[in-house]
C-alpha cells in the first residue's frame, strides 16, 4: 500500500532534474576539496558512468579537470546499480557507516578509481559552515551533528533483543 503511495506522489521532472543538478554541484564541490581524487578522475576523462537505483538514473562523465558532469549518453563504460529495494534500507546501511549494496557493470579500472574516491573522499561539513558563521560555533555544531549520527549509529546497529522494551516489568 505505501508502494501505491509512493507511485502516486512522484515530484515533477523539472524538480528532479534540478535536485540532479545540485547533486553534481555538490560532489563537484567535495571532489574540490582531494586533489588526488581530482588527478584519478581527470585520467578517466570522457569515460561514461550510470548511477542506477530504483527508477532513478543518473549517467556522470568525467572531465578533464577532474570534475564530473551530468551527461545524456546511450551504453556505459560502468553503470553501478544500487540493490537495496527501499529508501529505509538504504538509509540505514549509510547510517551505520556501511556502503550500500551495489552490483557493478562495465571497466574494472574505472570501479577501482570509483571506489577510492568513496573510500578516501569526505566532504569537511565543518570547514564549509566556519566559512559562514566563524571557527568556533562551526566547531560546535559539527560536534553536535557528530554526536547526534554516533547515537543514530548504536541506535541502528543495536543488537536484537537489546532495544526498547514494552509491556510492564514484573
Do not use: C
Not at 40 to 58: F, S
Not at 122 to 142: F, M, S, V, Y
Amino acid at each position: 500500500m505505501l508502494a501505491q503511495f509512493a507511485d502516486k506522489l512522484q515530484p515533477p521532472a523539472w524538480v528532479v532534474d534540478e535536485a540532479v543538478n545540485r547533486l553534481v554541484l555538490f560532489l563537484n564541490h567535495v571532489l574540490q576539496g582531494e586533489p588526488e581524487g581530482m588527478a584519478r578522475l581527470a585520467r578517466q576523462k570522457g569515460q561514461r558512468i550510470e548511477l542506477v537505483w530504483d527508477r532513478m538514473q543518473l549517467q556522470l562523465s568525467p572531465t578533464p579537470a577532474g570534475l564530473l558532469e551530468r551527461g545524456h549518453f546511450e551504453g556505459f563504460d560502468l553503470r553501478l546499480t544500487v540493490t537495496e529495494e527501499t529508501p529505509v534500507s538504504l538509509a540505514s546501511a549509510l547510517a551505520r557507516g556501511d556502503k550500500p549494496k551495489v552490483r557493478i557493470e562495465g571497466d574494472v579500472q574505472l570501479a577501482a578509481e570509483i571506489n577510492w574516491l568513496i573510500d578516501h573522499v569526505r566532504w569537511d561539513a565543518e570547514e564549509d559552515l566556519a566559512r559562514l558563521i566563524g571557527d568556533a560555533p562551526a566547531h560546535t555544531l559539527a560536534q553536535a551533528a557528530r554526536q547526534a549520527m554516533a547515537a543514530l549509529r548504536s541506535f541502528v546497529v543495536q543488537p536484537p533483543g537489546r532495544g526498547l522494551r514494552t509491556g510492564s516489568a514484573a
